[in-house]
């Protein structure tokens, strides 16, 4: 199989969100000359078009070709989700993030974001620590030595700016909180993730004469939230930094398990109205750095979007914010992603043009946000207490339409 990139003229119909005329193209150049590249993105549009059994067929056809390529499988095990193929998605998942990760430990590495160097030597130490493992056993440094490696990252973050600066670490230091040892929290799931005393169609009255965005507490049934906090705890899937202070724990990363896919199930299953017909299509977790900004004002590729939020409320010292500022505006019709996704000056100055009402949601313990994605959104101001358990964690799934 071939490795001809996908024309600039269909990535711009998929930038501008035309996917039935980059999946027209797509699939009349696979028919001539089919490679790898052009098969990825002919199943990445038809996910997004919905139709995930189509997307499959194009999708095991690369992974037939070449079983090592970790995207094409990471991309199966999407497609085995938004068929509620639980089990074959959780295998590929795991396929998928070993050849991930592997081919990660084979870079060099460079400089390491300081945030998340910190983030690494705290998780693993809280991770020896509550699960009675030997100290030295995740991370290979003394008491005295953590102490000082923590201290001195925390004064350069502390002075840093808007961006966080990168640290040099030499030796196996430096690779291992660069790319720690995977660690996985696995529990049988509860019967029942969403709490039973939720009123689902009066979340769907609210979301639609809300303008597509509307807000319920205690989501989540107390066994799996507990359940969904450890994992975000225990599992070093966090390996996404970014400058401004947060980490990303992405699915291509571990961020998976049974009980995100059953949970996806069970809103379906609750909100027939809203996600009958859906799939979810991609999720993520982000974890900040206490005071550092988070996510700026962008707006992503779903019909709906569901945002949980983890972290205990005792917490948060600013219990009216913290939490996510919605827009109820959606991007010009001729913005690509790349200008809608970016969070920078062109989308205030559109909103403040257009006068979009702004809806602010302070962060609870097990609050939801469900949410139009195509609206405009951003992390609102976070002043968290100090320590690894106090993070601001949340979830995030996005869910589109299913035609197959």
């Known amino acids: 199989m071939g490795e001809s990139p996908v024309p600039p003229g269909i990535q711009r119909h998929i930038s501008l969100g035309r996917y039935r005329e980059a999946a027209n193209a797509l699939a009349k150049l696979c028919a001539q000359r089919p490679s790898a590249p052009m098969l990825i993105a002919l199943a990445s549009t038809r996910l997004l ?3 995930c059994a189509a997307a499959k067929a194009d999708i095991l ?4 070709a070449d079983p090592n390529r970790w995207e094409s499988r990471f991309l199966l095990a999407r497609l085995h989700a938004g068929l509620d193929e639980r089990d074959a998605a959780l295998a590929e998942f795991r396929a998928a993030l070993d050849l991930h990760l592997g081919a990660a430990a084979q870079k060099p590495i460079g400089q390491v974001p300081a945030h998340y160097a910190l983030h690494t030597l705290e998780q693993l130490a809280y991770i020896e620590e509550v699960e009675g493992r030997p100290p030295g056993s995740l991370l290979p440094l003394n008491p005295a030595q953590r102490e000082q490696a923590s201290r001195q990252i925390n004064q350069m973050l502390d002075k840093a700016g808007v961006i966080v600066p990168g640290i040099n670490l030499p030796g196996e230091l430096g690779r291992l909180l660069a790319n720690p040892p995977l660690v996985m929290q696995d529990e049988p799931v509860p019967a029942q993730c969403l709490a039973p005393r939720n009123d689902w169609a009066d979340t769907v009255r609210n979301y639609l004469a809300q303008g597509g965005v509307t807000c319920v507490d205690n989501v989540l049934a ?4 507990g359940q969904l906090q450890r994992f975000c705890l225990r599992s070093t899937v966090w390996r996404q930094p970014n400058r401004h202070g947060y980490i990303g724990g992405l699915a291509e990363h571990g961020m998976f398990n049974r009980l995100i896919l059953q949970l996806a199930d069970e809103l379906k299953q609750a909100m027939p109205e809203l996600l009958g017909g859906h799939h979810m299509t991609y999720w993520w977790g982000f974890v900040y750095q206490h005071q ?5 004002i962008h707006a992503d590729q779903s019909d709906v979007s569901f945002n949980i939020w983890l972290t205990p409320d005792s917490a948060n010292l600013d219990p009216e914010s913290g939490g996510l500022d919605v827009w109820t505006q959606e991007p010009p019709a001729d913005w690509t992603f790349q ?3 970016s969070g920078d000056y062109r989308v205030r100055a559109f909103l403040n043009q257009s006068k979009a009402p702004k809806i602010s949601y302070a962060h609870r313990e097990n609050r939801a946000l469900f949410f139009k994605g195509t609206l405009f959104h951003e992390t609102a101001k976070c002043h968290f207490a100090d320590g690894f358990a106090n993070r601001r964690r949340n979830l995030t799934m996005l869910f589109r339409k299913t035609v197959g």
């Open 49 to 51: 078009l919905g139709e």
């Open 61 to 64: 056809k690369v992974v037939e």
């Open 222 to 225: 107390p066994e799996a939230l």
């Open 292 to 296: 550092r900004p988070g996510t700026s």
């Open 339 to 341: 200008e809608y996704n």
